[in-house]
Every structure is written in C-alpha cells, then in structure tokens.
C-alpha cells in the first residue's frame, strides 16, 4: 500500500508562514512574478461529478465572470444545524465538487483568492465553523482553510483567504479542480434552541467566488 503525502498550504499567512509555504509549494508556485492579463477568450467551467450531504444532485451550480477573472459555485440546499431537535447528521455537512475547467492555449491559471459567503444563526454557546481546501487533480499540493464564528450570532458572514502561494495547473495537461466544502454546528447552551450556518443560494446573493491568477505557458 502506498501512502501519499498530502502538503497543505494555509491561507491569511503572514511573513514567516508565507516563506514555509513557498518553500513546500511546487515551483509553479513560485511563479508570483509572471503574472497575466486574463485572456480574452472565454473560459468555460463546467460540474463534472458532486458528492456530499451539502449539496445533493442539482443543488450546486458553477458560473464563470465576463472578463475572466473569476468563477463562483452556489449551492441550494448547503446547510447545517443543531439544537431544537435536529438530527445529529445535519450538524456536519459537506459537498465535494469536480470541475472541468477549460482556458485558452497559451495559459493556465492559480487561484488567487476565495470569498465565502452564508448566513448564520447561533444561539449562545453555540458553535460555527466553515472550512474549505481545493487541489488539481493528481496534485498532492492541497490548499485549506477554516473559519470559526462566536456565538451568539445571527445574520449574513463573509471569509476571504488569499493564498500564501500560487498553485498553477501545469500548463498542457488536462487536470480538473477539485473543491471540497464543510460546515459545522454544535448546539448552544440550551438544546432545545436551534442553531444553524448555511452556505445557501436560495437566501440570495449567497456563492463562493474563487478570483484567478492567471500567467502564459
């Protein structure tokens, strides 16, 4: 059996952190400096397979910006829960998407930065998390974040982690992108009260936008 070594690379790094992250990331990490225009030619992002109790089959949705600089994921039914009688599964929900990113001859992309919208409502005691990690397929550069909210809460939240290094996909080779999603709630204080983190659509505005860094091959 043959083990593989999964390297994560933390987000909102500071300066100490961000040198051991280059240190550990591909040389294509490295490449900060040869930064791009985004090209001209539209970029299609297309859902090639989605698992997860977050997200069931047509609950999740994929859309690319005009100028090519983005794309944002919106999910249907990405919520979690717990108090007031919930069932214990729907206090951890996640959804693992498969992407089949296609851009022009000539690039290839890094994701820059990752805005994380939802809405939350915490009862006090309660406990809020959403975490996140994306990779390329066949990478074992694995980027991840977590974010935690104090209870009480109640109303919209917004997590924005900026990568401590670019992880390009290397340029001529056909890799989809790979994101896996979670929220997490414990009840609060009082059992009986529900307390819950939604991450979805139907509320709005609400989507995970991934911003691109692009560079030519």
């Known amino acids: 059996m043959h083990m593989k070594v999964v390297r994560k690379i933390p987000l909102f790094a500071g300066v100490a952190a961000l040198a051991a992250a280059m240190m550990l990331a591909s040389p294509a990490a490295q490449a900060d400096t040869e930064l791009a225009a985004a090209p001209e030619n539209r970029i299609t992002v297309d859902v090639v397979t989605v698992n997860g109790s977050g997200c069931p089959q047509g609950t999740a949705d994929v859309s690319v910006s005009r100028d090519n600089t983005s ?115 414990g009840a609060g204080d009082d059992p009986g009260q529900k307390s819950f983190m939604t991450m979805d659509s139907t509320r709005g505005d609400v989507e995970t936008v991934f911003h691109l860094a692009w560079k030519r091959c």
């Not at 998390?129 to 994306?134: G, H």
């Not at 397929?137 to 401590?164: C, I, K, M």
């Open 71 to 185: 794309f944002s994921v919106s999910y249907n039914r990405f919520q979690a829960e717990a108090g007031g009688g919930t069932d214990v599964v729907d206090s951890r929900k996640n959804c693992q998407i498969n992407l089949a990113v296609d851009v022009p001859a000539g690039f290839t992309y890094a994701i820059a930065r990752a805005d994380y919208r939802g809405f939350a409502h915490l009862e006090p005691g309660a406990t809020g998390m959403q975490k996140a990690s994306y990779y390329f397929s066949g990478s074992s550069v694995t980027v991840g974040s977590e974010h935690e909210l104090n209870a009480p809460y109640n109303g919209d939240w917004q997590f924005t982690d900026r990568a401590a290094g670019l992880v390009y996909k290397p340029c001529g080779e056909q890799r989809n992108f790979n994101i896996n999603a979670e929220l997490r709630v």
